[in-house]
């Protein structure tokens, strides 16, 4: 695939802005960005916002050293909080973010209007297999059938050929989601093509081997599997790499950075291979997402599950059961009442 830049660029930017989050003519469209973002897809997209009648407000912040609350101290947190909390839409296209951290949870908290997108320093490229690789309402019907199913389910358990074995409940009274592209209201909104829970406190059990992972460089040599216990990692398997990420959840010295935070299952018609962008390939067809550390009280009422910071891996061709009915087999949707609705998504992809 040959992609011009400046044209998907310009492409995207208005298929979010018009078509996702369907702005309004005298919206206020915040962008934040640092050193690590890319100049030309912020132009882009301020343009758009400006073309659909919306008054762009990009805001340059430092570049922190890390995601999250750790990131604090880096930032002007004040005035960039009191902005965030009088804007209609706000694109954070840090590399380093601030989700999690005090801002963004204020600004969640106490900006009820405010439609959210996270999509951190994602290239381009990226960008476009991720956003516009399918219709809306095709992913929409999709995932609110998985997400049903979900609520419906007392138990999920997750296998891969890697060793991956892992199963955990389901409560009710934390959020379960998903994102599909549609942002027109108020929301907490991710790249698109994924259904999101929130584990039961306590309840995860078994072993996950990554095939990705944050903070460690996994290939043919380097392997990191969890031994999860009771919601928690309880030991890091591996060589040096394992070894590694052992000192660096050490370094929090926090004990809720071993802790399950939530679990995505991934429907992205446009991610069907890792490429190490972890915003992407958090969406992978047919694989799932693991995310560890701190926990959102949005997600997790009444208080959340506060850590440091907050990590995710990823394990690709899975098998997805719920309390034992299989509704993903080795990375391809496999129950009755799933595969027309994949089948139809997956013939309307559209490869730019």
Request: net charge negative; charged share 25%; hydrophobic share 40%.
């Amino acid at each position: 695939m040959t992609v011009n830049f400046q044209k998907e660029r310009a492409k995207f930017s208005k298929i979010l802005i018009e078509d996702m989050f369907q702005l309004k003519p005298g919206e206020t469209v915040a962008i934040t960005a640092d050193s690590g973002s890319d100049k030309e897809t912020i132009e882009a997209l301020a343009n758009a916002a400006t073309d659909a009648g919306g008054k762009p407000l990009v805001m340059w912040i430092p570049r922190a050293e890390y995601d999250g609350q750790s990131g604090m101290k880096f930032w002007p947190s004040e005035a960039l909080t009191a902005a965030l909390c009088h804007v209609d839409v706000w694109i954070e296209a840090q590399s380093i973010v601030t989700l999690y951290s005090s801002i963004w949870e204020t600004a969640m908290a106490e900006n009820k209007k405010l439609r959210y997108l996270i999509i951190a320093e994602t290239a381009i490229e990226s960008l476009v297999r991720t956003f516009l690789s399918f219709e809306i309402q095709p992913l929409k019907k999709l995932l609110d059938k998985v997400l049903k199913m979900v609520m419906k389910s007392k138990k999920v358990h997750i296998t891969s050929e890697n060793g991956t074995n892992v199963s955990y409940e389901i409560d009710l009274n934390y959020a379960f989601d998903h994102d599909d592209g549609d942002f027109s209201k108020p929301i907490f909104g991710t790249a698109p093509g994924y259904v999101n829970i929130i584990p039961k406190l306590g309840s995860m059990n078994g072993t996950i081997v990554f095939n990705e992972l944050m903070m460690a460089d996994l290939n043919n040599d380097n392997h990191v599997e969890f031994l999860m216990k009771d919601g928690s990692i309880s030991k890091v398997i591996g060589n040096e790499e394992a070894e590694k990420f052992k000192k660096y959840l050490e370094s929090f010295d926090d004990q809720n950075m071993y802790k399950i935070s939530h679990n995505m299952f991934g429907l992205n018609p446009g991610v069907r291979k890792l490429t190490g962008n972890i915003v992407e390939d958090e969406r992978i067809w047919g694989g799932v997402d693991f995310g560890f550390g701190h926990t959102s009280a949005i997600d997790m009422p009444p208080f959340g599950q506060e850590a440091k910071s907050h990590f995710d891996g990823i394990v690709e061709k899975v098998s997805i059961f719920l309390d034992d009915i299989p509704i993903v087999f080795e990375g391809e949707v496999c129950h009755e009442d799933l595969v027309p609705l994949a089948k139809r998504l997956i013939s309307n992809f559209k490869d730019y």
